[in-house]
Antibody
Framework: QVLLVESGGGVVHPGRSLRLPCAAS????????MHWVRQAPGKGLEWVAA????????SYADSVKGRFTISRDNSNNTLYLQMNSLRAEDTAVYYC??????????????WGKGTTVTVSS | DIQMTQSPSSVSASVGDRVTIICRAS??????LAWYQQKPGKAPKLLIY???RLQSGVPARFSGSGSGTDFTLTISSLQPEDFATYFC????????FGQGTKVEIK
């Protein structure tokens, strides 16, 4: 069974940091590009970041560039999102998602259930 | 940056109706477009990619068309399980989503 499980969410003060892991199973993780997508309460979807299958190529939305870092550990089948200098507007459900292809196509065919991050003082 | 605009924002329809959702890109994206379905409290589900290719396991009543800047998602005969919010996403330059279209029961 193909599965993505996010964790690490919680309540954090503005300006602080948080790291979100996403554990993958049921497929060859090292052969898939991966993404983070977020959804603020009652709002639409916002693509956040992507990483190539080998971890070399990374891309970010302008709203998080310079503050968030996507990374992966292919030996442990885990995707990460390091979030620094958090702001109230970063409050959202964060989903990790698998790219449909080896290369980064931005078509996401498998999604986790999400983890909630709340930035509040 | 490429902006994606969906219309309508919401649509009320009955079971068996044909429903069409429009997505417009702020610049040409060839056929680099996907459609997703999201139900409340759930993760999105990929329906269509490359503008018109049906994702494995998705019912054939869903279809996509278009290229360049104008795209459509059509549900040929709406089923009870299709009441949800639908998002388009461009895949030409990063992955911008449209604002969503909520399909509600009439």
């Amino acid at each position: 069974q193909v599965l993505l499980v996010e964790s690490g969410g919680g309540v954090v003060h503005p300006g602080r940091s948080l790291r979100l892991p996403c554990a993958a199973s049921g497929f060859t993780f090292s052969s898939s590009s991966m993404h983070w997508v977020r959804q603020a309460p009652g709002k639409g979807l916002e693509w956040v970041a992507a990483i190539s299958y080998d971890g070399i190529d990374k891309s970010y939305a302008d709203s998080v560039k310079g503050r968030f870092t996507i990374s992966r550990d292919n030996s442990n089948n885990t995707l990460y999102l390091q979030m620094n200098s958090l702001r109230a507007e970063d409050t959202a459900v964060y989903y990790c998602a698998r790219d449909r292809y080896l290369w980064t196509s931005y078509y996401m065919d498998v999604w986790g259930k999400g983890t909630t991050v709340t930035v509040s003082s | 940056d490429i902006q994606m605009t969906q219309s309508p924002s919401s649509v009320s329809a009955s079971v068996g109706d044909r429903v069409t959702i429009i997505c417009r890109a702020s610049q040409g994206i060839s056929t680099w477009l996907a459609w997703y379905q999201q139900k409340p409290g759930k993760a999105p589900k990929l329906l269509i990619y490359a503008a018109s290719r049906l994702q494995s396991g998705v019912p054939a009543r869903f279809s996509g068309s278009g290229s360049g800047t104008d795209f459509t998602l059509t549900i040929s005969s709406l089923q009870p399980e299709d009441f949800a919010t639908y998002f388009c996403q461009q895949a030409n330059s990063l992955g911008t989503f449209g604002q969503g279209t909520k399909v509600e029961i009439k």
